[in-house]
């Protein structure tokens, strides 16, 4: 296989892009069965070069330094192969729910369009070809994000815009503080101790990377972009995509470019950003009223247990962190599949006006099941198995506080999915929705895949731990550690297991207690919690946007900018307007006077000016 | 070939009364302007000898004999005959139409054509008393012609202006005398050399007083301005244009730098009564034009203004200061002339010259706004227009030669001139159309061809900057900047 086979995930997509902004609408399912068979194309090259493993293609590019440096060998080939994946059943799923969009040409063009994008990031081994691609994906976001064809969606669009583009400056700036300490761009030279310069460096480049995640605090578009995208981009980019690649750049940050040492600071940083995202973002995603937003705040929640897995330093802990996030990829994308299922039959996603739809839609109701189950964590699905590594990885570093944090998340986590599963599909039958019946094939196929995938990577857990996540931290974790994580992770039986499963109880009681007590009205269970007296306060400022950075921020540039209007602008145009005409006014009415058409005056000033002339010459001559 | 610029123009003029009496418009049009024509042409072609010899001196003879007149062409001096030559010719164009409805266009182009003679003279001679001759006969016919429409205002102002005038020539010859019985000789070269052997400097002194008294006031510098408000407006739109844009320049600074360059010699000392002069004019006349409603007034206080730059370059006696200064003094000639005749065609258009009757000009006349636009921001100093470059270069010379405060001033200034000339374009051109020019009509052919002549020499010099700088400017700048070398190196 020659090397430039690893030009094909980047051209072809790109090509596969051209071509479909090209098809006039009225050519009837040319669009779709292209990009289906497209990605069905990159899924079946995904496979091809996940078992080819090791190619490197190197070529001259933009100057000394800068080359057009791609390589794929284990970890870059898993993410390519999970990618093409998610691409493959987005496209299958989009072919139905966005046949009537009025502006599906477009979406299937910038869908195809960052599917190339995010395929250059992944093989780039030269940080200057990686910022190119993973800058060129904002605009797809942008794009994509707009198409929402909601009124705020504009708005959304900026702010996903503006946020990406501060974590991807940081990025930026951290790469070439890198590139001062280290001399280099090529991602597999480098390999520094962070500290002094590189470990601002580290810092920087790991906002990069949370950000496009969607960690804390810069997530505060994906809730917003919930309500105002296509629902199929969320299960794309903020579910799947954006995950794989964040958390793809956060773990080669710290197992390649830098050594992150156990305890060490800057692991108890990540910890925290991890910790607290879990547990604030499940916060929010309990008391959503709104089925999407709801699943948008998880998809910021367990973010969190990716970044705390992969902060934490120890193999279990990285491992678990990079399972989970493949895991995470695939339930959330099946949620919100879901959650566009019930759209595209209801027309609605508000958990109010729904209900006891699981007689109706019964294979969504199965795939949902299964997807809510596995994010909470419920043996044997894949997300107990990711979890419990994560537990064990932070109660290893000794910072049990992690762990308990993990936990708490875990437990709303399921009171919120228990809430959203009883609302939409349990309970008596909602009188506002019309009566419907199960979507279409290409809508509930992709959900029914993903779930299946969920329990078998539950069930069979060895089998990705072994194939895909073991050999990403070959030789990266020291010498004695073993690396067969297959053991402990399913056992059931240990304390760790022990008290996730109590947690879920915990959460079955949350659930049931707010649902009685909320008039056995589901959409309602967690009004409890809600209404908690500290809580509601919190829960009030945050509706207000007040823990939104991005808001704050506009709104501060707003205050400072009607600031230096005030003060600097408004004086100095004072200065202009009044000082300057007034006295321009004054002089020139002063000399208009003294022209009165007199020729003596004239005279007068003439000779007057002979005398001073004459007076300066003979001064100046002495 | 040089002494056609004297004589061919006074040949046209003692012909056309005689033939004024048999065409009235025809023969007279198209002998002035071909004559004009000529010349033009004629100093394109002197280009290639003077930059060749340096200089060029002739004798003209008279059957045979040599006659006491001389003639000396350096870079400097051709550069003004091609000025002089260029905005002349538009000038004549735009006379065809706009002379119609004033009449007796012979004796019209006669005096012209006098005056362009007395101009082109007192460029080429090389002798102080030639100087006043010369200047006396361009001011002479410049009487006449501000004169031309026999108004009450036009014969007060024609009245005011040659009684300063006058004023400033007997000073003038006053010092020329002066000079005369110092060192006994009234040739350039005989002078200079007189000058540097005699100790007379207090007497020196006053007599170079006298001539910045009276080349100042011909110049219109502050404050020996006062005749130029009243004169320029009150003459047919193409006398303004010739005044503002060629008298002055000719007749004041023309003669006040060759003589006190290439004769007397300049001083540090009268370097900087020169600036400060030069600055006084720029300032103060800019915010006089600020208040005007009448636009010729307001062209005309502009034009003090720049003659004040000019005046200030000139007087900085840097290499550079010299070259953007004469650069500014072709720009101003040209765009001056442009927006005079400017303003003819908007009276010949709507019958006022009252800002504030004007108003929304702009779409019913194109052309005449177009052309007015590009020469109020050459004259402003707008990019890229000629006029930024050579403002540019002058506040550049400043800077270079540590002048901070004059180069602030010259910049301050230049807004101030921005300023008034946007008032001209908001109040004639901009906004609403008023009800009574909704009938008006563009301006003649040969008005509008004049205008856009001179408007594409404006833009043309400005996009052709550097070559036109590099050739022509930088040699004639060269020439003055020699001083007193230049003359003696002339070998009379």
Redesign the interface.
């Known amino acids: 296989m020659s090397p430039t086979t690893l030009l094909w995930p980047i051209l072809f997509p790109a090509a596969v892009a051209v071509v479909l902004l090209l098809i006039p609408s009225r050519i009837r399912y040319a669009r779709e069965i292209l990009s289906v068979m497209s990605a069905g194309a990159l899924l079946y090259l995904g496979f091809v070069l996940f078992a080819r493993r090791n190619l490197s293609l190197v070529s001259d590019w933009l100057g000394p330094g800068i080359n057009f440096d791609l390589r794929l060998y284990h970890f870059s080939a898993f993410i390519l192969l999970a990618l093409s994946g998610f691409l493959f059943l987005i496209c299958l799923y989009s072919a139905v729910k966005m046949k009537n969009h009025p502006r599906a040409r477009e979406y299937f063009g910038y869908v195809f369009l960052a599917a190339a994008f995010s395929n250059g990031a992944v093989l780039a081994n030269n940080f200057v070809l990686l910022v190119f691609f993973w800058e060129a994906l904002l605009i797809t976001t942008y794009a994509l994000v707009t198409l929402g064809l909601k009124p705020t969606s504009h708005r959304t669009a900026v702010k996903s815009l503006l946020i990406g583009g501060f974590c991807d400056f940081a990025m930026i700036l951290g790469i070439g503080l890198l590139w001062a300490s280290t001399g280099t761009l090529t991602m597999d030279k480098i390999q520094v101790e962070p500290h002094g310069l590189t470990l601002a460096a580290f810092v920087l480049m790991m906002i990069g990377a949370i950000g496009k995640a969607g960690a804390m605090p810069f997530h505060t578009w994906i809730p917003d972009a919930a309500l105002d995208a296509p629902v199929s981009f969320m299960a794309f980019m903020p579910a799947s995509f954006e995950k794989l690649l964040g958390i793809y750049l956060l773990a080669r940050i710290t197992l390649d470019f830098f050594e992150l040492k156990v305890g060490s600071g800057l692991s108890i940083l990540l910890m925290i950003i991890g910790a607290a995202t879990i547990v604030f973002a499940v916060f929010m995603a309990l008391i959503q009223k709104d089925f999407k937003k709801l699943l948008s705040f998880h998809a910021v929640s367990q973010v969190g247990y990716m970044v705390l897995g992969v902060g934490t330093a120890i193999p279990i802990g990285i491992a678990g962190g990079i399972f989970h996030m493949i895991n995470h990829a695939m339930y959330k994308c099946g949620l919100f599949l879901s959650s566009g299922s019930v759209e595209h039959r209801t027309g609605t996603t508000e958990l109010k006006k729904l209900g006891g739809l699981a007689r109706e839609m019964p294979w969504t109701a199965a795939g949902f099941a299964v997807c809510a189950l596995a994010i909470s964590g419920v043996w044997p699905l894949n997300g107990f198995v990711s979890k419990e590594m994560v537990f064990h990885g932070a109660l290893e570093t000794g910072y049990p506080i992690f762990a308990i944090a993990a936990w708490v998340g875990a437990i709303f986590t399921f009171a919120s999915f228990l809430k959203a599963g009883h609302s939409v599909f349990l309970g008596p039958r909602s009188t506002e929705v019309p009566k419907t019946r199960e979507s279409e094939a290409p809508i509930v196929l992709p959900i029914l895949i993903l779930a299946a995938l969920c329990i078998t990577f539950g069930v069979y857990n060895k089998l990705p731990l072994q194939h895909f996540i073991q050999p990403i931290l070959h030789g990266k974790a020291e010498a004695a550690e073993h690396l067969d994580f297959t053991s402990h992770a399913l056992d059931l039986f240990n304390p760790v297991a022990g008290v996730s499963i109590l947690c879920l109880i915990i959460a079955l009681g949350i659930h049931f207690y707010g649902w009685n007590r909320s008039g056995k009205k589901a959409y309602l269970a967690s009004e409890p919690i809600h209404n908690l007296p500290v809580l509601h306060k919190l829960y009030d400022l945050s509706e207000a946007r007040f823990f939104d950075l991005y808001e704050q921020g506009v709104k501060f540039l707003q205050w400072l900018s009607r600031l230096l209007f005030r003060f600097i602008d408004r004086p100095v145009d004072y200065v202009y307007e009044k000082v300057v005409t007034a006295v321009g006014r004054t002089f020139t009415g002063l000399l208009q006077k003294a022209h009165n058409g007199q020729y003596a005056n004239y005279l007068a000033w003439t000779v007057g000016g002979l005398v001073v002339v004459v007076w300066i010459i003979l001064q100046l001559l002495k | 070939m040089v002494f056609s610029f004297i004589v061919m123009p006074l040949l046209v003029a003692a012909f056309l009364p005689l033939i004024g009496k048999f065409s009235k418009k025809l023969l007279p049009d198209v002998l002035t302007n071909a004559a004009l024509a000529f010349l033009v042409f004629n100093s394109i072609l002197l280009v290639k000898p003077v930059f060749n010899q340096g200089f060029i001196v002739q004798n003209l003879h008279w059957l045979g004999e040599k006659v006491n007149l001389q003639v000396a062409l350096d870079a400097f001096n051709l550069f003004m005959l091609f000025t002089i030559s260029l905005v002349s010719l538009c000038i004549s164009l735009f006379s065809i139409d706009y002379l119609e409805h004033y009449g007796h266009k012979s004796t019209f182009y006669a005096l012209f054509l006098v005056m362009i003679a007395g101009m082109n003279g007192l460029v080429l001679v090389p002798d102080l008393f030639s100087v006043y001759l010369f200047l006396e006969v361009a001011a002479v016919a410049s009487y006449a012609l501000v004169a031309f429409g026999l108004g009450y205002d036009e014969l007060e102002a024609s009245f005011?202006y040659l009684?300063?005038s006058v004023?400033?020539s007997a000073?003038a010859l006053l010092s020329i005398t002066v000079i005369f019985g110092m060192t006994g000789s009234l040739n350039f070269q005989a002078v200079a050399q007189g000058l540097q052997d005699l100790e007379a400097?207090?007497v020196l002194?006053?007599c170079?007083?006298?001539f910045?008294?009276g080349f100042?006031?011909k110049a219109a510098l502050v404050?020996?301005h006062?005749?130029l408000?009243?004169a320029h407006p009150s003459a047919p739109a193409p006398i303004s244009a010739m005044l503002s844009g060629l008298l002055i320049k000719v007749s004041g600074i023309y003669a006040l730098f060759r003589i006190v360059y290439s004769v007397i010699g300049i001083t540090p000392?009268?370097s900087r009564?020169l600036m400060a002069l030069g600055t006084i004019s720029m300032v103060?006349a800019a915010?006089?034009a600020?208040?005007q409603k009448d636009i010729k007034r307001m062209l005309a206080y502009s034009s003090i203004s720049q003659v004040g730059y000019i005046v200030l370059g000139l007087a900085l006696g840097t290499p550079l200061g010299i070259a953007g200064a004469l650069f500014h003094l072709f720009n101003h000639a040209v765009a001056k002339g442009l927006l005079f005749l400017n303003s003819g065609s908007i009276q010949h258009i709507t019958g006022t010259r009252n800002l504030e009757e004007l108003g929304g000009l702009g779409k019913m006349v194109p052309v005449t706004a177009g052309t007015n636009l590009v020469g109020a921001l050459s004259i402003a100093g707008v990019p890229p227009l000629a006029g930024f470059w050579s403002k540019l270069i002058i506040i550049m010379a400043l800077v270079q030669a540590r002048e901070f405060g004059y180069a602030l001033v010259a910049i301050l200034a230049s807004i101030?001139t921005l300023?008034y000339y946007l008032l001209i374009q908001r109040q004639a051109f901009f906004g609403r159309v008023a009800e009574k020019w909704l009938q008006v009509r563009e301006a003649p052919f040969w008005m509008s061809a004049a205008n856009v002549v001179l408007a594409l020499v404006c833009v043309l010099a400005g996009i052709f900057f550097t070559p036109i700088f590099k050739t022509w400017i930088s040699p004639a700048a060269e020439a003055l900047a020699r001083g007193i070398q230049q003359v003696l190196m002339w070998g009379l």
């Open positions: 005011k009684m300063l004023v400033a000073f400097r207090l002194g006053v170079v007083a006298f910045i008294m100042g006031l404050p020996f006062a005749w408000p009243d000392a009268l009564l103060v915010l006089l600020l208040g101030l300023w």
